[in-house]
């Protein structure tokens, strides 16, 4: 590591950090207004809704996933966006440039993506404890499952954002697959309301047991096994080594 450049590192993160920020009423802002939404208009309905668990209600399971699900979307709709700017405005060429290896960049915008998704997840959680009460919230397993979910998603957004030029890629892969990800991943339902013919699509979805794992830290009722952590972490490893190897790779990146 004595070759790595912490002051790159650290500029390209603090830029990317303030960037986002900037624009704070798009990027947490927005989020936070749909998250609202959502809960709200499952509160209303939620007496038609038939729920599975006597444990709690229907509105704190939902919180969670909700939760999460922003986190996923935020997460590759950051790089993505981001990196797909800079080419289009020509800025991303002066990092290719410059005096830093492209893992250097990888990694600072990967982190910042970390601190910018950590805090929308944290402010998501603290309006909506204000309107509903957790007995008690784990927090170590809540970063954990985030920062995952994060890592996973990010790297997909960077991934995407450093193999196309447009923004219709980007779109696509944002409505055709992250979109449907983190709506049909248990977000709004438990497992057990799906066909048991159906049931083993959940059990090998890695996304799935992001969702379990975030919502256990609220209402503690779901249990991963050691397999399941070990899946999660392979699958989260498995995108960031693809991530890494198409930045060092260089496929395609000016057009």
């Known amino acids: 590591m004595s070759n790595f450049s912490y002051s790159a590192f650290k500029t390209i993160l603090s830029h990317e950090i303030k960037n986002y920020f900037r624009d704070f009423q798009w990027n947490i802002l927005s989020p936070l207004v749909n998250t609202l939404l959502f809960i709200f208009i499952m509160s209303a309905i939620e007496s038609y809704y038939s729920f599975v668990s006597n444990e709690t209600s229907y509105i704190h399971f939902l919180i969670p996933g909700i939760i999460i699900m922003v986190v996923m979307q935020s997460s590759f709709n950051h790089l993505s966006e981001v990196i797909i700017n800079m ?46 009460n957790f007995n008690e919230i784990n927090i170590f397993s809540s970063l954990y499952f985030l920062i995952l979910t994060i890592l996973i998603f990010a790297s997909l957004g960077a991934l995407t954002g450093f193999l196309s030029f447009t923004w219709d890629i980007q779109s696509a892969i944002s409505n055709f697959f992250i979109i449907p990800i983190s ?21 090998y979805n890695p996304f799935y047991y992001l969702v379990s794992g975030f919502r256990n830290a609220f209402i503690e009722n779901i249990n991963l096994s050691y397999y399941n952590h070990l899946y999660i972490i392979s699958v989260t490893t498995i995108f960031i080594g693809i991530s890494i190897f198409i930045f060092k790779k260089g496929y395609k990146v000016i057009n």
């Open 87 to 132: 080419k289009q405005i020509g800025s991303f060429n002066d990092y290719l440039t410059s005096p830093i290896s492209r893992i250097e960049l990888f990694f600072s915008l990967l982190f910042s993506s970390i601190f910018v998704c950590l805090s929308i997840a944290f402010i998501n959680i603290v309006v909506l404890l204000i309107f509903y």
């Open 183 to 203: 709506f049909l991943s248990g977000t709004f339902f438990s497992i057990d309301s799906i066909n048991e013919n159906w049931q083993f699509i959940f059990y």
